[in-house]
């Protein structure tokens, strides 16, 4: 790395079947010796010491989990069904423990991240149709953060949420340049979020005392009873799977230093499972306590006439109001720091990720300041024009419809990924089990039919209580159902398109066996020595994206 501290940009290097080839044949070379070292101290050390090395893009994923939209839809699950809906974010997070999974395993088995291998499989149109998709996904789930954090800044500061977007630019491009100091560091910071918003929602707890027994039965027996039940059982499935995660999850692994060897590179991929399954039981606990929390208040025996008009229409910015009257004023700044907590972190991930898809499908190289600020930028206009423009009730309409557009984007990064997943070409021999596979393609697709269903019966709904002129209802209309039709042909598309670009290049077999007894190959090793698969990116580890 230069001494102006710049880090090499995603494509620099060229990548052939797994293997780095440098512009100078010299550096390749120390580089690769340098490499070897660290493989074979790699493998002398404890399994603990192995595991701490993979410790911290679970943690980095897991807090998509707990966005501000995401809390908005567990509050109004509790306060509708009390703890009735807890399995479905059950069966929602073991879904995405196993997306996410096949996500992190994709970038360590390739040593490429999503983005990367979409643009080298599909042609450039599809490539720049992705890429816009992957964009406004982006967006769209920064949205709700951005007015999250803002709300709470709203809360705290008692200034005009309009102000507290302006102010999330600010902060959150004062802590993505932690990031200048390694990826290690925004991990340790995002995990340090985490742990505040878990404690805000269990001093809440612990103040409501709910039944437990109540709690269990909600999480572990499935139920769908009562008017809406399953529109919010849709909206809370529907809002566990973010399309940027799966990008940004298959490039974090790729900060690790793994050696280069099949039976390496699967106890990496066991290692990130774990580590990524702690945190989303972390995540998991969150969510949970968010829906306990608003259940056991809004379905209080004691409760007033006017705190029932607002539990029946749960916001970030009616919560406080509520909590104040129940619990006490104290309540309320809790809550606006776990939702300052819960925006902050969510807004910086999504920086992350948007430069992963910018540098993955474009291959575009500029420096990281200018790239951070055009992502924040893109991202916090439409915030900030409807803050100013319609004001807080503005900004919550935006939210659910940041969280419509989410649900239409998500096949286009599911479907590539499963495909390259189980694909020989891209893995080579490390695919994925048929079981896996069949059971991943299952859920995902029963994902995507409850997207679409969610995104039609929410076209019906409004088609039907809109008062727009019967010519207005019939050109929006012609627009949607034409946007549609594209939809299914696009996904049917990915679906069925078969790979063509081989990216495997198996590991020879004597480089191999030399890999595993922990040897370092000679420097003037064989070109076949030279493909082996090289999970390990300096660009993603050694400083800020």
């Given at each position: 790395?230069?001494?102006?501290?710049?880090?090499?940009?995603?494509?620099?290097?060229?990548?052939?079947?797994?293997?780095?080839?440098?512009?100078?044949?010299?550096?390749?070379?120390?580089?690769?010796?340098?490499?070897?070292?660290?493989?074979?101290?790699?493998?002398?050390?404890?399994?603990?010491?192995?595991?701490?090395?993979?410790?911290?893009?679970?943690?980095?994923?897991?807090?998509?989990?707990?966005?501000?939209?995401?809390?908005?839809?567990?509050?109004?699950?509790?306060?509708?069904?009390?703890?009735?809906?807890?399995?479905?974010?059950?069966?929602?997070?073991?879904?995405?423990?196993?997306?996410?999974?096949?996500?992190?395993?994709?970038?360590?088995?390739?040593?490429?991240?999503?983005?990367?291998?979409?643009?080298?499989?599909?042609?450039?149109?599809?490539?720049?149709?992705?890429?816009?998709?992957?964009?406004?996904?982006?967006?769209?789930?920064?949205?709700?953060?951005?007015?999250?954090?803002?709300?709470?800044?709203?809360?705290?500061?008692?200034?005009?949420?309009?102000?507290?977007?302006?102010?999330?630019?600010?902060?959150?491009?004062?802590?993505?340049?932690?990031?200048?100091?390694?990826?290690?560091?925004?991990?340790?910071?995002?995990?340090?979020?985490?742990?505040?918003?878990?404690?805000?929602?269990?001093?809440?707890?612990?103040?409501?005392?709910?039944s437990a027994g109540e709690v269990v039965r909600g999480m572990f027996v499935p139920s769908l009873q009562g008017k809406g039940a399953a529109a919010n059982a849709i909206a809370l499935f529907g809002a566990i799977i973010t399309p940027y995660n799966l990008f940004l999850h298959s490039a974090l692994v790729l900060s690790r230093k793994t050696p280069r060897s099949d039976k390496s590179i699967r106890a990496a991929c066991r290692y990130f499972l774990i580590e990524c399954s702690l945190a989303f039981i972390v995540a998991f606990v969150i969510n949970v306590s968010v829906v306990v929390v608003a259940g056991s208040i809004c379905n209080a025996n004691n409760l007033s006439s006017a705190d029932a008009n607002t539990c029946s229409d749960l916001t970030l910015q009616s919560t406080p109001l509520l909590l104040r009257n129940v619990l006490g004023r104290s309540s309320s700044v809790v809550y606006a720091v776990a939702l300052l907590a819960s925006g902050q972190s969510t807004t910086i991930s999504c920086t992350f990720a948007g430069q992963v898809i910018m540098q993955g499908f474009l291959d575009m190289k500029m420096k990281n300041w200018v790239r951070n600020l055009i992502t924040r930028v893109i991202a916090i206009a439409p915030s900030l024009i409807v803050s100013i423009v319609s004001g807080p009730s503005g900004a919550g309409k935006l939210i659910i419809l940041s969280s419509m557009i989410l649900s239409f984007e998500l096949p286009f990064a599911l479907i590539p990924l499963l495909k390259f997943c189980n694909s020989s070409k891209k893995v080579g021999p490390l695919k994925e089990s048929i079981y896996t596979v069949v059971i991943a393609w299952i859920l995902s697709f029963a994902l995507i039919v409850v997207n679409t269903y969610f995104l039609v019966w929410t076209y019906v709904d409004w088609l039907v209580h809109n008062s727009l002129p019967r010519y207005a209802n019939g050109l929006v209309s012609v627009v949607v159902f034409a946007l549609m039709a594209a939809y299914l042909v696009a996904v049917v598309y990915l679906t069925f398109r078969k790979d063509t670009v081989v990216t495997y290049v198996p590991v020879p077999e004597r480089a191999q066996v030399q890999a595993e007894a922990g040897g370092a190959p000679a420097v003037d090793a064989s070109a076949a020595d030279e493909d082996q698969p090289a999970p390990y990116r300096k660009d993603l580890a050694d400083a800020s994206m």
């Open positions: 790395m230069e001494g102006t501290g710049e880090m090499r940009e995603i494509g620099r290097e060229t990548l052939h079947g797994g293997a780095v080839q440098s512009s100078s044949e010299t550096d390749g070379h120390k580089e690769k010796t340098i490499d070897s070292e660290k493989d074979g101290q790699f493998r002398v050390q404890p399994k603990w010491r192995k595991f701490l090395a993979h410790v911290g893009p679970g943690a980095l994923v897991a807090i998509g989990f707990l966005d501000p939209s995401n809390l908005e839809t567990d509050m109004q699950a509790g306060a509708d069904f009390k703890y009735e809906l807890l399995w479905v974010i059950l069966v929602g997070m073991v879904f995405a423990l196993l997306i996410q999974t096949l996500a992190a395993n994709l970038g360590v088995k390739t040593g490429r991240h999503l983005a990367e291998l979409c643009r080298e499989e599909y042609p450039r149109y599809v490539n720049i149709f992705l890429w816009i998709i992957a964009e406004l996904a982006v967006i769209s789930d920064d949205i709700p953060e951005v007015l999250g954090t803002a709300f709470a800044f709203n809360i705290l500061l008692k200034i005009p949420v309009w102000a507290g977007v302006i102010l999330t630019v600010f902060s959150t491009l004062l802590l993505l340049g932690v990031q200048r100091f390694g990826a290690r560091k925004l991990e340790f910071i995002i995990a340090a979020f985490m742990f505040t918003m878990a404690a805000c929602f269990f001093g809440e707890l612990s103040y409501l005392r709910p």
